[in-house]
């Protein structure tokens, strides 16, 4: 069983401040197995929704709930969307002591729910796959490749990897997503995540897309957000400053797993993955997932001038706004735009992120790291050389 430390950690901070944790995100992802890993050694009360026995016992939940003390964990809780209410009266009692981890897939009724009636009392901790601190450095590629859902993971072989993510797209467009309240037919949404797939890395063009699958930008955006409501999808918005240049003001579009992504587009190994038009982006978007996942930023974007200049990721650490540029190269070239954009955002920092061995400077506020050390930045209490 592979730990998942950072998660451990995120938890027992939120459970210790906040009545009420919510750790959400994709099926699939470890979210059980992570909250089974968090309750050992403690007294702690486990429900699951998916069962019929666990169901009846809450028949009569505030009387069931009320008597139980230390940790009680309630996952798929999105099946009793009627327990907010209940939590909510539990958690307000005087000298209440009892902490609530409560386990569920992303959905518009769930986080509209648990915010509106828990507000207050709640604190949300998104899940996402494996990341390289918790498998290793040494199998970054493969990591890459097949992406971070444990079973797509820890296949015995690519094949039976890719076996199981197309399975994976499969149930989730034709049960998960209808589970959750997403009533759209699976055929054309299994159309635009395909088109999607094509799309990862770039600049959203709604219009564009549009044309291609002969349905209005509205459409398109509203499909847009409920994948990026189920933690299929990022958007990453643009970074705006006062300079005179055209800044790009359309947001990005990454997919979250690049396994996901290289199962849409029929990549099966590293060799047809190293072959193919979308490698520089999928490493791209890979790294943008492993940095945010483990450093947790509270908000994050991109910048790029229409005439040139681009920064992949930024974001603000430790009171100071860092930049990250992903090259698949071991030995990056870096241009003027660059240099500038450093200049022209203020950064205090930039990392050149690039599958090379070792790090060096560049110039003061420039660096090259390797992708392996990404988490070295994480345990770093500074967030700058």
Known sequence: MIERTTYLERLSVSTARSPITALLGPRQSGKTTLANQFAQGKAATVFDLESEQDVRALANPELTLGELTGLVVLDEIQRMPSLFRTLRVLVDRPKSDTQFLILGSASPDLVRGASESLAGRIEFVDIAGFNMQEIGSADLLSLMLRGGFPRAYLASSDADSFAWRQGFIRTFLERDMP???????????????????????????????????????????????????????????????????????????????????????????????????????????????????????????????????????????????????????????????????????????????????????????????????????????????
């Open 179 to 385: 589970e959750i309240g997403i009533r759209i037919p699976p055929i054309a949404m299994r159309r635009f995540w395909t088109m999607l797939a094509h799309w990862h890395g770039r600049t959203w063009n709604a219009s564009e897309l549009g044309r291609s699958l002969g349905a209005s930008d509205k459409t398109l955006r509203s499909y847009l957000d409920m994948l990026t409501g189920t933690f299929m999808i990022r958007q990453l918005q643009p970074w705006h400053t006062n300079v005179n240049k055209r800044q790009v003001k359309a947001l990005k579009v990454y997919f979250r797993d690049s396994g996901l992504l290289h199962a849409l587009l029929g990549i099966e190994t590293q060799q047809t993955l190293m072959g193919h038009g979308i490698v520089g982006l999928s490493w791209e978007g890979f790294l943008i997932e492993q940095i945010l996942s483990l450093l947790n930023p509270p908000s994050a974007w991109f910048w790029a001038a229409h005439a040139g200049g681009e920064i992949d990721l930024i974001i603000d650490q430790e009171g100071k706004r860092i930049g990250f540029e992903m090259k698949f190269s071991e030995a990056p070239k870096l241009g003027k735009a660059l240099y500038g954009a450093v200049d022209i955002l203020a950064l205090d920092h930039l990392y050149v992120v690039c599958p090379t061995r070792r790090a060096y400077p560049v110039n003061e506020h420039i660096s090259v790291l390797p992708a392996a050390s990404i988490p070295d930045l994480a345990n770093s209490k500074e967030p700058c050389p």
